[in-house]
């Protein structure tokens, strides 16, 4: 599927038109069906793009036995380095509403 020209009419129009600095609303939603292995995923993404040694692991996405799933989703699923994109914004929340946005502003 050619999604420039998406048959869908939310996506008719052809992004090639789009100005230079467009701005655009990502939706993602997960379902965390497995904790631990979400914590395991996040563990060796941070030992080995992150820069972030063992003994900080524990601070930075919780324990293997208690995970911090939201730290989890953003050391995966946060935002990186991409050539020709400037993130404004990145929060996560629980889907049940009954967690607050953990914002997590991105400069540059």
Known sequence: MNMLN???PRGAWPLEQET???HYDLT???TVNDPAM???RAAAH???FGGVDEAALEETIGSAED???ADCLAAIL???PIE???YEMFSIRSAAGNDRPQPMLCGG
């Open 6 to 8: 998406h048959p869908d």
């Open 20 to 22: 230079q600095f467009s």
């Open 28 to 30: 993602i939603r997960v």
């Open 38 to 40: 979400l914590w395991r």
């Open 46 to 48: 941070l030992l080995t």
């Open 67 to 69: 995970p911090s799933v």
């Open 78 to 80: 946060g935002p990186m």
């Open 84 to 86: 020709g994109l400037r």
